[in-house]
């Protein structure tokens, strides 16, 4: 056999290994845990398709005990996880508190690994910074979290993902009007996080003890329209002032990015038997709060549309009279009141389910725009969107070995 049948043979052996090897996939979780929550449901609808292999990356201990937590609310065995490799450096940065740019850091760290699997899958747009790092092997996977509304600064790395997974028609017309995406390299699946709250909402929901309903004040983090520094307060003085409704206060989990407990100290301060501060609880990520709540009051948070799956009153704060109106990344702010005033608070929960008649049918509207229907199963339909994915790769790329080899031995067979 000459040299060069024996260069052919080989890659139609390369082809028949190809035919028959495993898709190794990683799903990285870099940030806090609740991201778990928007992810871990399609990690195990993954590991169920034979000849795939699942391993889930953490970079928060904690991350952990809420993997665990879902998989035993959704009756699925755990799998593999391994913690990021981190370098002095990077245990420097988390324990100051320097997450953001400890996640930049542990990415660039743990590229040489990540680089051996077939997929990396993650839920937010930092990742997409692994592709100038040196990602080249694995094809880059995100399954988009929130609901599109707000401005993030780094949303253009989506660029970067060689597949995009989206919640529902209204991101997806928003990234293709940027150019970011197009119908070749995304695909609307839903809401997976929907799929984890159908099996964790039948073990947990939440009550005060003197049996009243609660109106959730969920503040956002980003400066642009925080609101807890200048309503707070006001709102627990003005709760405390009626005895119709209990106050819950869940804060996004980032409020505490940089706080080494002594906000979470100054807020636990304030409990009392009508106003409960909730500073870490699964409770805050898993839509136990947002089911259960009578109003909602917010400024930034896309968790609104968790608590919109059943639709009820909203009120929007505006303290830093923002011009809103017309700015699609306010678009939730026509679900509900806009107050502009702390003092305004009060009277705006009052009569918000007299108002609610007039927002009601806007909110269904765009809870379909922003999730599609159905809204349970997106787990699997995500698990079915990356098997036709990166099949379609392989596939791709055994017609191309197969051209290229049946081409080389026709060449071949004409010299000899």
Not at 8 to 14: D, S, T
Not at 65 to 90: M, Y
Not at 396 to 415: I, N, P, R
Request: hydrophobic share 40%; aromatic share 12%.
């Amino acid at each position: 056999m000459t040299a060069e049948h024996k260069l052919v043979e080989y890659k139609i052996k390369n082809l028949l290994v190809l035919r028959g090897s495993v898709f190794r996939v990683a799903f990285i979780y870099i940030a806090e845990p609740y991201q778990c929550y928007h992810t871990a449901s399609v990690a195990s609808a993954l590991a169920r398709i034979p000849d795939f292999q699942v391993t889930e990356y953490v970079n928060f201990p904690e991350t952990i005990f809420h993997l665990n937590r879902i998989r035993q609310d959704i009756n699925e065995p755990e799998l593999p996880v391994k913690f990021f490799k981190k370098s002095p450096l990077a245990k420097l940065l988390g324990r100051t508190k320097r997450f953001d740019r400890e996640r930049i850091v542990v990415l660039r760290e743990n590229i040489a690994e990540l680089n051996s699997y077939d997929a990396i899958i993650a839920t937010e747009y930092t990742a997409g910074i692994l592709k100038n790092m040196g990602l080249e092997k694995p094809k880059l996977i995100c399954i988009m979290h929130g609901a599109g509304d707000r401005l993030v600064n780094d949303e253009a790395l989506i660029k970067n993902f060689d597949f995009t997974l989206l919640p529902g028609p209204k991101v997806r017309e928003y990234f293709q009007d940027l150019g970011y995406l197009n119908a070749q390299n995304s695909k609307v699946i839903g809401y997976p996080k929907f799929d984890i709250f159908e099996a964790v909402g039948k073990k947990s929901s939440f009550n005060f003890k003197n049996g009243k309903d609660f109106v959730l004040y969920n503040p956002h983090y980003q400066k642009k329209t925080k609101t807890y520094d200048t309503c707070l307060n006001k709102m627990i003085a003005g709760f405390g002032k009626q005895d119709i409704y209990n106050l819950l206060i869940s804060p996004h989990i980032k409020i505490f990015h940089k706080d080494f407990g002594f906000y979470k100290k100054t807020l636990k301060k304030k409990n009392n038997h009508t106003v409960f501060i909730d500073t870490g609880s699964p409770a805050m990520l898993d839509m136990t709060y947002t089911s259960s709540a009578s109003i909602y009051i917010g400024d930034g948070s896309s968790q609104v549309y968790e608590f919109l799956v059943n639709p009820r009153p909203c009120i929007f704060l505006n303290p830093k009279k923002l011009e809103w109106r017309g700015n699609r990344n306010f678009l939730h702010w026509t679900l509900g009141e806009v107050v502009e005033s702390p003092d305004q608070i009060m009277p705006a929960v009052f009569r918000a389910f007299d108002k609610h008649i007039f927002y009601r049918p806007l909110q269904e509207r765009l809870f379909l725009e922003t999730f599609g229907a159905p809204i349970l199963g997106a787990s699997q339909r995500g698990a079915d969107a990356i098997f036709e994915y990166l099949t379609s790769v392989r596939t791709s790329q055994k017609m191309t070995v197969a051209t290229s080899a049946m081409a080389e031995k026709k060449a071949v067979g004409h010299l000899s």
